[in-house]
């Protein structure tokens, strides 16, 4: 007789959830997702201490110093109006997080209920929130942020809502296919059993659990937000001259990337920087609170 051979899903040991102290390691190790994580930062403080940071004003133009090469006076040069672009590089860091935030605040304020009743209930529920998430779906996403915010008017508080409404269809979607997930989970029944009413189960045991795929969702909406910002102020539908945007600096470049490269390279570079610090950490996060990771 041959002696059975143990399979691999026998011989693999049961995988536990990370603790914090686990996920903290998890994180230092994911050298990708702490480098994405310090970026991000900076982002962030750079765009709350702007106007401790700028050196100059950034809506202030100096004839004297058009298209001034990148020197010890403008670090990073200045633009066909003598403005300096580190300056309004910060105001744009600024711009583009008030939108990146309050556009996923936006979303989530929305997209999460309705998520959460439409995989909870089901039936008639469900199948007009996803008629209506699958609509909004049918048009990409930066499609709909341009129909909306010339519908709305050229601002940033009408560029925040069109980018925010365009995002909620993606936070709908996540939110119900976690509730759908995890309304089969035992504490949930068993909390149904105890009496528990919808509110209380939805509120103490699903959306807890969602919580982890929901802040993933959110690192990755704040860099969609951003090029979206940027694409509405380039297209003048979003800040408006002589208000400092990264979208508004790019457009100014456009007649002058042959003099003066920096107009175009700095806030371009700006950009990349922030939407790529925001996807690594986003990658990092959605290995690090994945529930079926194991502890080392």
């Not at 936006?106 to 996803?130: C, N």
């Not at 371009?268 to 925001?278: N, R």
Request: glycine share 10%.
């Amino acid at each position: 007789m041959t002696a059975a051979v143990p399979t691999a899903s026998a011989a693999a040991p049961a995988r536990r959830p990370r603790t914090g102290s686990g996920r903290l390691r998890a994180l230092r190790r994911n050298r990708l997702a702490l480098t994405g994580g310090v970026i991000a930062l900076v982002f962030v403080l750079v765009a709350l201490f702007a106007p401790l940071l700028a050196p100059y004003d950034p809506a202030r133009p100096d004839f004297g110093n058009a298209l001034s090469a990148p020197s010890w006076a403008h670090w990073l040069g200045t633009d066909d109006l003598g403005r300096d672009q580190l300056s309004r590089v910060f105001y744009g860091a600024r711009a583009s997080m008030q939108v990146g935030v309050l556009a996923v605040v936006l979303a989530f304020v929305v997209g999460v209920p309705l998520g959460l009743l439409s995989g909870y209930y089901g039936k008639l529920t469900d199948s007009v929130v996803s008629r209506v998430t699958d609509t909004l779906l049918a048009f990409p996403f930066l499609v709909l942020a341009v129909g909306l915010a010339a519908v709305l008017g050229p601002s940033l508080t009408n560029a925040t809502i069109a980018v925010g409404i365009s995002q909620i269809p993606a936070v709908i979607r996540i939110t119900r296919a976690e509730t759908l997930r995890l309304k089969s989970a035992d504490y949930v029944h068993a909390a149904i059993a105890n009496g528990g009413g919808d509110a209380t189960v939805l509120g103490r045991h699903v959306l807890p659990n969602a919580t982890s795929a929901l802040i993933v969702q959110a690192t990755v909406g704040i860099p969609t937000a951003i090029i979206g910002e940027a694409l509405l102020s380039f297209l003048g539908l979003g800040v408006q001259p002589p208000d400092p945007s990264l979208g508004v600096m790019l457009s100014g470049a456009q007649s002058f990337l042959a003099p003066a490269p920096w107009m175009a390279v700095f806030p371009g570079l700006a950009i990349v920087a922030a939407t790529l610090a925001f996807n690594l950490l986003g990658d990092g996060l959605r290995d690090i609170l994945d529930p079926r990771g194991a502890t080392r």
